[in-house]
């Protein structure tokens, strides 16, 4: 799936001098190479990065709502609603109004999805094993580490909170 937003941010993150943001620049390159293996992966399956997470929360929930889904994974409504439009034509999930509020629609895995579950998290250890193949056991723990802290981080930062008012 094209992108042109992870263009954008991947001449930015080229065009940033270490001065400038070296920790910040390193993690838009790291993303982008990310996505870009967790792709070339998925598409084994017939998914696109992302698709393999609502599958992933559906199996671990059950039948879930859209909006539920939209929390869930934090991103913008109308992205959760392509995405389950895709999986859903690819025929991994179906959608059904909720029989106690008709404005609901849930969202569940079909038998294909279900299907799917054991080689989709064979693919995504493979992507685990990938992702940090030149790191040791212990580089590897710290690694994780320091990314739960910087998530800790940027998630606390005034700027992260739609409460604080952005001017501009």
Known sequence: MHDETDEVCAVTASMLGIEQGPVSS??????????????????????YPGQEIVLMLLAESGSTSQRDLVNRL?????????TVQRLERAGFICRTRSSRDARVMLVELTEAGSGLLDRLHGVWAELEEQ??????????AELLSLLERLERSISTAPAARPSVARSG
């Open 74 to 82: 934090g991103i913008h409504p109308s992205t959760v609603t392509k």
């Open 26 to 47: 390193a993690i838009v390159r790291v993303a982008r190479a990310h996505k870009l293996l967790a792709g070339s992966l998925l598409t084994r399956l017939g998914l």
């Open 131 to 140: 992702t940090v193949a030149g790191l040791s056991g212990a580089e590897r």
